[in-house]
């Protein structure tokens, strides 16, 4: 019995590999797109005219790997420090990394947070996304677009708040992350040449927290 068993499952991986490349153009127009990108949305298979119903027969097939809501990658993808953040800029573009992740990312914490911190717009709504777990903060028009960085890793487009930036933000939120914090991110940013005292002084006012923070940069100054 067992062994009528596992023929069934081999005819059956069998006949998805071959549904899958009975679609060959199809297939390869989707496979050179997820080799491009890194990670795949479905919406992104509207872009090429491909129906989406092909990415579960890829997924049958062992040729992609579902990793999320509506994200796939290659099953033989190496994953790296970088999957996390790639994942969430995947599924949201507009979100921007900041206050731990940002801290994290620019090598200005020990922390590991539990959550990927990312900033949006004021008035938006929580992103939907199963893993990983998500912390989202609102910011005002200018303290959202003020001090973002474009930095690509694993082929992916992220975007993170420069170090000063990030500082002003830490001070802004200190509430939130406390200001232990904050007070370490000004240190290290200095102290690794991160960020210049004019720098952050900039974003302090963006952030208006330059009364907040006069202090403490006019003694790391």
Partial sequence: MFHYFVQYLL????????????????????????????????????????????LTRLTKAGLLEKIG??????????????????TVATIVPQAVFCLLTALQFHELTTQLPRQIWIAMPRGSHPPRIDY????????????????????????INLRVYSAAKTV??????????????????????????????????HFAKICRVANVMRPYLESVG
Avoid at 73 to 81: I, K, T
């Fill in 11 to 54: 005819w059956t991986k069998l006949w998805n590999i071959l549904r899958v490349m009975h679609s060959g153009t199809q297939t390869q127009r989707v496979l050179d797109l997820v080799r491009q990108k890194g990670l795949l949305r479905a919406s992104d298979l509207d872009a090429i005219d491909v129906p989406r119903v092909i």
């Fill in 69 to 86: 809501r509506s994200l796939y990658r290659l099953p033989d993808a190496q994953a790296s420090e970088f999957e996390s953040l790639g």
């Fill in 132 to 155: 990983p777990p998500v912390k989202m903060v609102q910011f005002r028009d200018d303290t959202y677009s003020a001090g973002v960085e474009v930095v690509e890793r694993d082929g």
């Fill in 168 to 201: 002003a933000d830490c001070f802004k939120f200190r509430n939130k992350i406390g200001l232990d914090v904050a007070l370490d991110a000004l240190k290290d940013a200095r102290a690794h040449g991160k960020a210049s005292v004019d720098d952050i002084w």
